[in-house]
């Protein structure tokens, strides 16, 4: 029979606090988060005054009316998926074999490989040469200039590398080559199904990486068509930005007034954008949670 331990007052005292400092993490994490919602079908007039604060005041749903009716935005929506989907799949295609092959004890020159990857982390040339070299390759206002140039992060191959030797079997690896199987199909048939936690970690590290890029785009795209959904949420908010400044300048009252309601359309489309761009993220984190806790903590643990 096992008898459970009385908590001391000190315990106690302790398990308040980490209640306490949990509900407050909670607030700080959730106000943000229901705000913009409730931003998102409130009028603007009542958000840019403060009178909405928490919960939405006159509800209207113009806002998603709009972004339903901009073509921009679904041209840069079809365009982040497309960007996304393209861009992860190549990272995991060059991160996963290099990730195993560093994993390897029996690859020669993986110590100098390694290192060599890591100088990359501490040092770089910086942005204009990174133009200048995307310009030289022919890559300016392609998708290319906004995939190749982060086809792999070395973060994650040592994330990933990690996860391979502390996971996969040395004795796995023996066995599978006794039986004449090669280095390539030991990798596709026996690594990867093995791999399903470090993959939804790469898939979703990168994929989120994707969808929240922007500055790439900013410096290498000239067409608007191909600009990906947070380079059109970029160009609302700068529009916002000028329109409230421009309304506070000495102009007529009739274009003042014009002015303010395109701020107002701005603000409305701002909020319902930031909510249709984040759900697919959202939608897809709950499929991948399981993955991503255990694929973490066996690289971080084991490591």
Not at 3 to 20: C, G, H, N, Q, W
Not at 173 to 184: I, K, L, S
Not at 211 to 230: A, C, G, R, T, V
Not at 251 to 264: L, Q, T, V
């Amino acid at each position: 029979m096992v008898t459970a331990m009385k908590e001391s007052r000190s315990d106690k005292l302790f398990l308040v606090f980490i209640y306490l400092f949990l509900a407050a993490a909670l607030v700080v994490v959730l106000y943000p988060l229901i705000y913009i919602l409730s931003a998102s079908i409130s009028t603007p007039k009542f958000v840019s005054s403060g009178e909405m604060w928490l919960l939405p005041k006159g509800l209207t749903l113009d806002g998603y009316k709009l972004v339903m009716q901009n073509p921009k935005i679904w041209i840069g929506y079809g365009n982040t998926i497309f960007y996304t989907v393209l861009g992860t799949s190549i990272n995991l295609l060059v991160t996963l074999p290099a990730a195993y092959a560093l994993s390897r004890s029996d690859f020669i020159g993986r110590q100098f490989i390694m290192a060599m990857f890591l100088v990359t982390m501490f040092f770089s040339g910086g942005l204009v040469p990174s133009y200048l070299l995307v310009k030289e390759l022919g890559m300016i206002n392609s998708i290319w200039a906004l995939i190749l140039p982060v086809s792999a992060s070395v973060w994650n191959i040592i994330v990933a590398r990690t996860f391979f030797q502390s996971t996969i079997p040395k004795e796995l690896q023996e066995a599978a080559h006794m039986d004449g199987c090669t280095n390539m199909r030991l990798f596709f048939q026996i690594v990867l199904p093995l791999s399903a936690p470090i993959i939804a970690v790469m898939a979703l590290f990168y994929g989120v990486s994707h969808w929240n890029s922007y500055f790439s785009s900013l410096i290498y795209l000239n067409d608007e068509m191909k600009y990906p959904l947070q380079m059109v949420l970029r160009q609302i908010l700068v529009l916002q930005e000028m329109t409230a400044e421009t309304t506070g300048a000495s102009i007529s009252g009739d274009i003042a007034a014009a002015m303010n309601n395109k701020a107002e359309i701005a603000a409305l489309v701002k909020y319902a954008v930031i909510i249709v761009s984040t759900l697919p993220i959202i939608v897809v984190y709950p499929f991948l949670q399981r993955y991503f806790v255990q694929g973490v903590m066996i690289g971080s643990v084991k490591g």
